[in-house]
């Protein structure tokens, strides 16, 4: 597979972002921007989790019906499921039906909600690396790193499921603590422009 691909509109892009439009605007828009906020870094965390074992684009087409079964991933309300709650999603065929990745949803936010505001967006930045040299190629692309490995077992220590270092990892790279952009996609930076960011 080739590093980078040209869409229809002319535009060089990571050779993953393909031709469908909602991958090639994740890919432009969001893939790789800086992500705040504990309620939004929560969504992500919970749509990694489910992505486990699938591709991405299968968790980006349900993305909004996760939003919507999931109640836009607001952790307080999360919190309060019960197996009603566990049922009704388990019957939700616009989401991944998984009772295991369902589970540790609602047991994550019940962590989460016990964190004062603000600290789950700092913990988890906690963990970028301070300087991080952008991918030459798909090859120059770790599964996981140091700073994932330890991200993961922070995260674990505290109680949270389904959190780990690939899947952190690529949570970080989709919530821009790490920039793995390749070289010639129209997003890549160049190292010394990213280390100096």
């Known amino acids: 597979m080739a590093d980078v691909t040209t869409g229809i509109d002319g535009i060089a892009r990571c ?3 393909g031709q469908e439009e909602i991958y090639t605007r994740y890919h432009d828009e969001e893939w790789g921007q800086p992500m705040h906020g504990d309620q939004r870094l929560f ?3 919970t749509l990694e989790g489910f992505q486990a074992g699938l591709s ?3 968790i980006l087409r349900k993305r909004e019906n996760f939003r919507v079964a999931f109640d836009g991933f607001d952790p307080d309300r999360i919190a309060r499921y019960d197996e009603q709650d566990v049922e009704r999603l388990l019957g939700d065929a616009g989401i991944v039906r998984n009772r295991a990745k369902i589970l540790a949803a609602i047991g994550n936010a019940r962590v989460l909600i016990e964190m004062a505001p603000g600290d789950f967006d700092e913990l988890m930045w906690s963990f970028a690396p301070e300087t991080h040299v952008p991918p030459e190629t798909f090859a120059d692309v770790p599964a996981q790193t140091a700073e994932s490995k330890a991200m993961s077992k922070e995260l674990l220590r505290r109680g949270f499921r389904f959190v780990g270092p690939t899947t952190m990892y690529a949570l970080m790279q989709s919530a821009g ?3 793995d952009h390749v ?3 129209h997003r890549a930076t160049t190292p010394a422009v990213f280390a100096q960011a």
Request: glycine share 6%; with cysteine; aromatic share 14%.
């Open 15 to 17: 050779a993953w972002a």
């Open 43 to 45: 969504e992500k965390m």
């Open 56 to 58: 991405w684009i299968t």
């Open 177 to 179: 603590m790490v920039d």
């Open 183 to 185: 070289r010639g996609c």
